[in-house]
């Protein structure tokens, strides 16, 4: 079996698991990656190796196929929100590699780098994946508990449907990332987006430290505006 179709098969599971799931009306569900490496090796008739090898397999492949960088001044950027005692989040599609990827790309934590624990939603840890709008509710109440209203929170994404879409259906002021052409993902053709814009249009983070110094105080963002696809 060729590796090409060792992939096909990979995918097929996480494919099989959300039809699956989609069946007993889940909104949105997301994976556990390491339920799926698992299953797939299990059905290569290969005994799981221990968790920390597993992780590591899951780490090693998910670099492999999905390769990124960070933006040159993303660093300075969040150095400079968190000077400015920004409260900042994350809502993300994500599995546990997600927050480890980060931290190694900018690190050292994201709480060193000025992210509020509180305000940061991963999709593998609520089973909830984009364009859930649960997951943007969860956000929502977190801030009012931090005395932030919606609509005085700003959110960053790359993608209309999936974040910009459910972040205007909960009142966020939704901001759309328009400075990588490979990444950007305006979805038009889906009936939601058809009518579809943001708030704002920026085209460099360093748009964003304007809009938050004139009228916002809170900054939330999914993370492909951050990195670059290689």
Avoid at 106 to 121: E, H, K, R, S
Avoid at 182 to 192: A, E, T, V, Y
Avoid at 210 to 222: C, E, P
Wanted: contains cysteine.
């Amino acid at each position: 079996m060729d590796s090409g179709s060792l992939t096909d098969r990979f995918y097929g599971l996480i494919k099989s698991y959300h039809a699956a799931a989609k069946a007993k009306e889940a909104n949105y569900p997301e994976v556990d990656i390491l339920s799926i490496w698992k299953r797939f090796l299990k059905e290569l008739s290969i005994t799981a190796p221990s968790m920390k090898v597993l992780q590591e397999m899951a780490i090693r492949f998910e670099c492999a196929v999905n390769p990124g960088w960070p933006r040159p001044i993303l660093k300075d950027f969040l150095k400079n929100l968190k000077g400015r005692s920004i409260p900042m989040g994350i809502v993300s599609n994500a599995q546990f590699y997600t927050p480890i990827k980060l931290e190694a790309f900018i690190g050292p934590t994201l709480g060193d780098l000025g992210f509020d624990n509180y305000l940061c939603f991963w999709s593998f840890q609520k089973h909830l994946e984009k364009p859930s709008v649960e997951l943007f509710e969860k956000l929502t109440e977190a801030l009012g508990r931090r005395c932030i209203a919606a609509g005085q929170a700003l959110y960053l994404s790359n993608d209309l449907l999936n974040y910009i879409w459910t972040a205007n259906d909960v009142g966020l002021q939704a901001v759309s990332f328009a400075g990588d052409e490979r990444s950007l993902r305006l979805c038009k053709s889906n009936d939601r987006c058809a009518d579809l814009s943001a708030d704002t249009v920026v085209t460099a983070l360093i748009q964003i430290e304007t809009l938050i110094w004139f009228d916002r105080i809170t900054a939330t963002s999914n993370l492909l505006p951050w990195l670059h696809p290689v």
